[in-house]
């Protein structure tokens, strides 16, 4: 086995190793590309590179290489490009690796490190502490259509949960006003809301019910009820089981100091907001780096808020793009929710019917296929509304990558045997909006969701970055 330092040294002739200073300098010429190449859990840890191009060592051969499927045109519009890691070592494979691609390739000395003693000598923002360019919460707010704004997705007021209503949407804006928690469970059931709108509604519904039962000795136990009733709104989708376990330790919290329950969970839910709208905002940042100019977008349902994020940040970036949105049988969640949403926003937009994604692809006109994600398995396998499964098979088929937008996979949920699918009223799927579209005696079947298996998945955009569906398990949530 050779040397460890010759094993860096090996295949870097020809290669410049530059110190940070000049690396900075050259990072302002239009022709030189910085390219950022350590693990996301580091960026995340460590801040980001300003003006640099993430792109992790794993997938350097996939994302350079003029012939991958995965290839960024990015790597095209530039003529040098400069490899940092945190201590210049795996920037000296990534450079040896490039080269041999036939790409310009240098190396910053010292990685990380040196930019960042370089930045606290000079007083340059080398470093972002919280990503490339994610927007703040008041940017993301101000940003985003009526229906994602928070306070219309669900809010405790006057002593009832008022849940933004997407059965009327977008020809009404109103609320369902809910005084119990058995009317909330109704509510999500229901679809007077769906996407993050169920556990947002019922954490709000435990907030409400804290309040009916103050006082009360027993007051835990009304609150493990209410819990319960909320989870069985949801089978498939675990995530309002563990935002409802949450702010029930914080009741807890709050009755171990004399305090207040309802109060200690109202404040939960504000920071678990404010939290999930900034990982949304790197969701939607990593998003808008995947989509190139003049894209074609195909989505499925209504993929929420760094979906339509992603857009509008690509849309900022000088980008073209044109989404695709299937109108998504049996509520038309499509049709009404997501093209009103992305049309506000000024995106581009062609409402299509659910089986015409294959065809689109078949001609040209998709690049891309981007959907949320109700539920991620651990082993990668993405849970998402029925109709998902098809446009990724074909999107397979077509040379068409498919990316996830997700919170992270459930660890509880080890593999798709494990996934609860709901069945929902077959009476939904003979009718649309109430208008019969077949005899009533005709029998039907109503799967709400599908399970696509991860070899069809190019990648899940996490906070961490867009991540492969295999390594999801390597401790992100």
Known sequence: MSDFKDMLKAGTEGIAILDAQRCAQLAKDEDVLLVDIRDVRERDRDGCIAGAYHMPRG???????????????????????????????????????????GYNASVMDGGFSALLDLGRATGLGLVQTDGDKFYTLSEIEAKLPHILKRENIARYEDGKVLIGNRKD???????????????????????????????????????????????????????????????????????????????????????????DPAEFILKRIKTIMDQMYKFYGRRAGYGAKLIDDDDGILTMCFAETSFVLAMIMAKDAGKNITVYVPETRPFLQGARLTAPSLVECGIKVKLITDGMGAALMAEGKIQKYMTAADLITLD???????????????????????????????????????????????????????VSTTLETIDAAYPAFDITPPKYVAGIITRHGVLSPYTLNNGFE
Not at 67 to 79: H, N, T
Not at 178 to 183: A, G, N, Q
Not at 389 to 411: S, T, V
Request: with cysteine; glycine share 8%; net charge positive.
């Open 380 to 434: 990668g396998h993405v849970v998402n509304k029925v109709g998902t499964l098809p446009n990724a098979i074909a999107a397979h088929a077509h040379g068409i990558p498919y990316f996830a937008f997700a919170w992270g996979c459930d660890k509880n949920k080890p593999g798709r045997a494990s996934v609860e699918v709901e069945q929902r009223d077959p009476a939904d799927i003979r009718n649309i909006g109430g």
């Open 59 to 101: 997938m350097l051969e996939f994302w350079m290489h003029p012939g991958s499927p995965y290839y960024k045109s990015v790597f095209g519009k530039y003529a040098k490009f400069i490899f940092i890691c945190a201590k210049g070592w795996r920037a000296r494979m990534a450079a040896v690796a490039a080269k041999q691609l």
């Open 169 to 259: 949407y977008p020809f009404s804006k109103n609320f369902v006003t809910c005084d119990s928690v058995e009317e909330v469970a109704v509510a999500i059931e229901t679809m007077v809301t769906q996407g993050v709108g169920p556990w947002v509604a019922a954490v709000h519904a435990m907030a409400m019910r804290a309040d009916q039962l103050k006082g009360d000795k027993n007051i835990l136990a009304g609150l493990e009820l209410a819990k319960d009733r909320l989870v069985r709104t949801r089978p498939t989708n675990t995530l309002i089981r563990y935002r409802l376990e949450d702010v029930l330790r914080s009741a807890q919290i709050a009755l171990d100091k004399g305090r």
